[in-house]
C-alpha cells in the first residue's frame, strides 16, 4: 500500500522556523516530482513547492519564495521542507503528493496532475 507521511508541523512564532518531513513508503516515487501544498482555512489548496526526481529543477509559490527550501533524499524515501522566517498567512494543513508521471522533465504546477496524498500536517505561526 503506498503512503506519504508528513510530520514536522507545530505551533511557531513568527520569525521561526520549521522542517517538514514526508516519507513515502509502498513505492518508490525516484522518477517522480515532489510537491508541497498547503490549504488554509475556506482556500483552496495550493502549490508552494516542487522538487523534480532529477533533484535538479525546484519550484516555489512567490509567497514562499526565498524563505522555503525543498529537498529530497531518494535512498530514504523522504522530501522535506524547510521553512524560515515564518508568517501568520503561512498558517495551513501542510500536505506533500506525488506527480503521477514519472519521468516528466519539467515540474506540473497543477494540483490535478499530484497524488497519493499524505493526511497533512498543522502549521500555526502566531504573531
Not at 500500500?1 to 511557531?12: F, M, P, T, Y
Not at 501544498?37 to 519564495?65: C, H, M
Request: hydrophobic share 35%.
Amino acid at each position: 500500500q503506498v503512503r506519504l507521511v508528513e510530520s514536522g508541523g507545530k505551533l511557531v512564532q513568527a520569525g521561526g522556523s520549521l522542517r517538514l518531513s514526508c516519507a513515502a513508503s509502498g513505492r518508490t516515487f525516484s522518477r517522480n516530482t515532489m510537491g508541497w501544498f498547503r490549504q488554509a482555512p475556506g482556500k483552496e489548496r495550493e502549490l508552494i513547492a516542487a522538487i523534480s526526481w532529477t533533484d535538479s529543477n525546484t519550484y516555489y509559490a512567490d509567497s514562499v519564495k526565498g524563505r522555503f527550501t525543498s529537498s529530497r533524499d531518494n535512498a530514504k524515501s523522504t522530501v522535506y521542507l524547510q521553512m524560515n522566517s515564518l508568517k501568520p498567512e503561512d498558517t495551513a494543513v501542510y500536505y506533500c503528493a506525488v506527480d503521477l508521471v514519472n519521468w516528466r522533465t519539467e515540474i506540473t504546477t497543477r494540483v490535478l496532475d499530484y497524488g497519493y496524498w499524505g493526511q497533512g500536517t498543522q502549521v500555526t505561526v502566531s504573531s
